[in-house]
């Protein structure tokens, strides 16, 4: 099965995003729309931050059944930290476009991402629901994804099919976000759209096993939004057979694999990001070992800027892979840029370095950290820092 | 007591500062030495980074005796991740700073800062010690300072004077370090000489006691270097009687301003730094809570890079305090910016944002966060990150 960068329809779903003006920039999209024909199985994950934006506290509380009609999304403010006021916000909000689209308030989800601690215009919303409910379409996913977008540079969208269960299975997936970005156990706003049949606990299950490898093993700043929500809707349109077994292993796959390809355009798409790197740490005593020195260099402004300069800056690697408290031994460590290996036993190998700066001028590339202890390995991918990443967030109020 | 951003001469204790082309770069100062006149009491406090350099761990052992007669500094190589050839390197340097003075080579504390996985030529080692001895002199402290820096822009020395039993007793501080910085426990390169008789015993505790106000209440960029070393030297000659009770304790808070300044000058000089950022955490259940929420606030590259555009941001403030996973009541916290008071009661207040943007045009300010919901309180100091950190970073190999 093979992770398409592009849109794709997905039977039981239409999108919409249209300009309400809730971001007071005539003409930008900013309120998107995800609908369903009829409620279908929902499962979401939210921010582990304490400070929880209004919709996220609503939404959590409405996928607690397992059902959505719709998701309504405004990009310009976070509705966060705008008290009693916000939580009402956020459910007129999503009462609005329930009677828009005929159903119950209880049956739509709400998500905000933009400024922090202003609200927006709940009549420029309803009119902005109304007027979205009118566009909605099956091949609406790129519309909808523009309007979602705050400093992500192009919209954020995947695809994939296949067989299950005896049907043809599609999913779409889009996520918007930049920067602010370390989920755990969480994400941006993220949503995933299949035609599958799928139970609503099956849900819940794939979802959760699909973050340690996608949502959560990314990180742009290590910063955690307030907002970060992820959610994976089943129509069941595909008509295939309650999935189990297998077929449910299989859905669950797939799931992962569509979460991870939207994972990593995230990152790519990191406020000022030049590079996508991958930070694989092996030979660890344990998983939560290898987990937190992966992010230790993931995090590190030095290790970052090094790797906007194309710098293979061993040391730098080093100082993160001690700052992690885990159990090194200096002897045995082996660091390699680009495949380039540039430390082992012990030694730095200087004559490597010019080959691994070269390396480092691709768009894309690994570094590998074999701490030779143990079996536990971990992944997390990460972008550069550059000049770009300090202009956007001078100038721009999250 | 003032403390004063200017050498002092230090009875007890000589100074200087060579260029001893350890780094190739001619006439660059690169090997400093501090030599009492015979040895004193010293105390010291390293990294607590996994990863240790060669001349933590010697300077290390040497300290448990309390005892030192001077100490050399190399910039240029870190002497890190050198292995045993490295550690050799280590002793041999401290050992032929020992013969060009006439002592024991236990008596002498090697300290190197700069790239890591480098080693440098002994035998230049060997002349510059030659010529640094011959150097030597009460009043250069200016020199040695010079001789320690790599990213700095400017020498940090600081400089006190106080009563005590009966006598004058001087201290004099020097330190280096720009980027790399969140100590924890250790600090960059610092060392603080004083002429006051204090029994090893107490200059133990006196340090460690100083710290978390000084060097463990900063941050430039969260990270912790592989070489950090605090030592604090007392020749004694002030002739004052053993310090006891009130005396010592006088002693201490001495040494802990003193401390205080010169961290605060790291983080005024932190790498491409244009403001120094105090963040001040009040009315937590804990301490650590405390702390917790001032390190998140301190080290968030989107907080950070808001300080560099003078942006109130405070979303970002919040982001980070719900971040540090530490008990919050949002409609309690009170934030305020240069004493403007940005949100309270559960709202944020926007017309306070345009004068707190004034303020935060400053060189330097306060960022007040009051949990309000307990007693306790945390401070650290920071500084904003700019496109020179990148700059800095993206060119420079550590």
């Known amino acids: ?127 902005g629901a109304e007027a979205a409910v009118a566009a909605l379409a099956p091949d609406g996913l790129a519309d909808f994804a523009r309007a979602i977008m705050t400093t992500d540079t192009h919209p954020k969208v995947v695809s994939a099919t296949l067989r299950l269960g005896g049907k043809r299975v599609t999913f779409a997936g889009c996520a918007k976000g930049a920067g602010m970005i370390e989920p755990k156990m969480a994400t941006m706003l993220a949503f995933i759209m299949t035609d599958a049949a799928v139970a609503p606990g099956a849900l819940r299950q794939t979802l959760r096993a699909a973050l340690p ?34 077929d449910l292993a299989r859905f669950g796959a797939a799931a992962a694999a569509v979460s991870a390809a939207l994972a990593r355009e995230l990152v790519r798409d990191g406020e000022g990001a030049t590079k996508l790197v991958t930070v694989e740490v092996r030979g660890a005593r344990s998983a939560a070992d290898a987990d937190r020195v992966a992010r230790q260099i993931a995090n590190s402004p030095l290790v970052k800027t090094a790797f906007f300069g194309c710098d293979p800056n061993f040391g730098r690697i080093l100082m993160a892979v001690g700052k992690a408290g885990v159990a090194i031994d200096l002897d045995r460590i082996e660091v390699a840029l680009g495949g380039i290996r540039l430390a082992s036993r012990g030694a730095l190998h200087t004559a490597a370095l010019a080959e691994a700066a070269r390396r480092m001028r691709e768009r894309e590339f690994t570094l590998t950290v074999d701490l030779k202890l143990g079996q536990s390995a971990a992944r997390i991918m990460t972008c550069d820092l550059s000049f770009d990443y300090v202009k956007i967030n001078a100038e721009y109020t999250t």
Do not use: W
Not at 3 to 17: D, I, N
Not at 213 to 219: D, E, P, R, Y
């Open 1 to 127: 099965m093979d992770v398409r960068l592009e849109p794709a329809v997905v039977r039981g779903f239409r999108f919409a995003g249209v300009a309400a003006g809730l971001r007071n920039e005539p003409g930008r999209k900013d309120l998107g729309v995800i609908a369903a024909d009829s409620a279908v199985a929902a499962a979401g994950v939210f921010t582990t931050n304490r400070v929880k934006a209004a919709p996220v506290l609503v939404a959590q509380a409405r996928l607690r059944r397992g059902r959505l009609r719709a998701v309504g999304v405004n990009s310009g403010s976070a509705n966060c930290f705008t008290g009693k006021p916000g939580l009402k916000l956020a459910q007129d909000s999503s009462a609005a476009l329930a009677a828009a689209l005929g159903c119950a308030p209880e049956l739509v989800a709400p998500c905000s991402t933009g400024v922090i601690g202003l609200p927006y215009e709940l009549a420029k919303y309803r009119a």
């Open 213 to 246: 490898h996608s949502f959560n093993a990314i990180t742009v700043d290590g910063d955690m939004s307030t907002n970060d929500t992820l959610l994976l809707m089943a129509s069941g349109a595909a008509g295939n057979a309650p999935l189990e077994g297998r």
